[in-house]
């Protein structure tokens, strides 16, 4: 019997014996992109588990090799298939003692690239897309015969009903802070963004499913949710009355689950941000003071050649309400610079909505070609070296007032939910309420739990802080802020 007929036989015995253990195998996972394609690699892996697989960072000792790509940066195609010429001769050298490698693209560029994927790379076994992950066992079953199997259909229900499946069972020990995906797919139609022909129109998991996973994650020791979706506050979800509810209802039923102690969503639309939602962040302790909401350009000529759906006015009359709800809070943003048809007057509206709005952090990027998109076929793209000053230009500016940002918190007292031990030895680190990440000497038990920390220093990115002893740290650190944030 060879390694793949012995895989199908345990499959099958493991889909009729409920007392079958599965031989012990290696998976390895290379994620890539962004928070969602994290949250379907552990989901992933979580389908592996009752298969016999368990996680392996090293190449040589995986029995499986899953990619999960992303199509949104320039050349993706072209990277994954580079990647692949060098798990070919890892899995070349593994056949020469007598092992095989199954391996499997997932992810946006599968669902892209499809069949292609397989002429171009004869050695993968499976090419599936971001709606298929429940069914891997089937298809790691169906590839074990010698079929490539190709799967991209957008059979999204099917997915989201078997995430809500495993989530009824029994809880694992989890990381003080995790994601979850509650809406997937976009209807924006942005003109340089693949998503939607990637990810296919949005579906919103319903109320209960997404509880049902939240309480699961909360008991496993979960203290903070980052709610995904790629238009995350277009979800619009059931509830168990048959009603609809928007995610500011959504987060205010999240906010009652006993141990979640913060909440956090990514990404969101300036269209969909409604008066329910903001008003989440002037009443929800456990929503964090963060918020990421792209506006891409500041020039109304090239919002409307993105399809942004919004003006640059609508967009400073929306921060104004969300500060008005919630003064201390730290806004995110994308930029897009160098869109078709961006003059420099275009570029310098921009520049002056990011000095006008003064962002905590924001990520910035030269617009790119995405093959398939109305802007690839745009024709007055704009020169590489123009692209790239205005870039440097925007990118210092921002820097700025990220420092000036992270100035203000010196000397404030703040919660932090520590995650992981430093890099230093007897050093913890955990994140602060605006998502910076905070180092402190400290001892490993307190990860997992949530402490005062007296911001003492500040970094390009990061905090840095003290343990503060028996103090609260929530009541004196908002009142401060509201003092001190924006004036610096
Ligand atoms: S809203 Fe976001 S995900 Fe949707 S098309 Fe626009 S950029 Fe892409």
Known sequence: MTERQEFEATDIAASTDPKFVAPERKVFMRTYGCQMNVYDSNRMTDVLGPQGYTATENLEDADLVILNTCHIREKAAEKVYSELGRIRKVKEARALDGKDMMIGVAGCVAQAEG??????????????????????????????????????????????????????????????????????????????????????????????????????????????????????????????????????????????????????????????????????????????????????????????????????????????????????????????????????????????????????????????????TPGATMTDQVPEDVKSARLAELQALVANQQTAFNASRMGMTCDVLFERKGRNTGQIVGKSPWLQPVPVDGPDSLIGTIQPVEITGIGSNSLFGRLVAGHHASVSSTDAIKEAVFDA
Not at 121 to 130: Q, R, S, T, Y
Not at 144 to 171: M, Y
Not at 334 to 339: L, M, R, T
């Open 115 to 372: 069949e292609e994927i397989s002429r171009r790379a004869p050695i993968v076994d499976m090419v599936f897309g971001p709606q298929s992950y429940h069914r891997l066992p089937k298809i790691l079953a169906e590839a074990a015969t010698g079929k490539t199997v190709i799967e991209t259909e957008f059979d999204i229900d099917a997915k989201f009903e078997h995430l809500s499946a495993q989530a009824a069972q029994p809880e694992r020990k989890r990381a003080p802070a995790a994601f979850l995906t509650v809406q997937e797919g976009c209807d924006k139609f942005c003109t340089f963004c693949v998503v939607p022909y990637t990810r296919g129109a949005e579906v919103s998991r319903s109320v209960e499913q997404i509880v049902t996973e939240a309480g699961q994650m909360a008991a496993g020791g979960v203290r903070e949710i980052t709610l995904l979706g790629q238009n995350v506050n277009g979800w619009h979800g059931k509830a168990p009355d048959g009603s609809t509810w928007g995610l500011g209802r959504l987060v205010r039923r999240l906010s009652e689950i006993e141990g979640l102690d913060r909440l956090r969503y990514t990404t969101s639309h300036p269209r969909d941000m409604d008066d329910e939602l903001i008003d989440a962040h002037r009443d929800l302790k456990t929503l964090m003071p963060y918020l990421h909401l792209p506006v891409q350009s500041g020039s109304d000529k090239i919002l409307a050649a993105m399809n942004r759906k919004h003006t640059r006015d609508e967009y400073f009359r929306l921060i104004d309400r969300i500060r008005d709800a919630s003064p201390d809070i730290a806004l995110s943003c994308d930029f897009i610079v160098g869109f078709p048809g961006e003059t420099d007057q275009d570029f310098q509206d921009t520049m002056d909505l990011i000095r006008r709005v003064e962002f905590g952090s924001a990520f910035s990027f030269k617009y790119s070609q995405r093959p398939g």
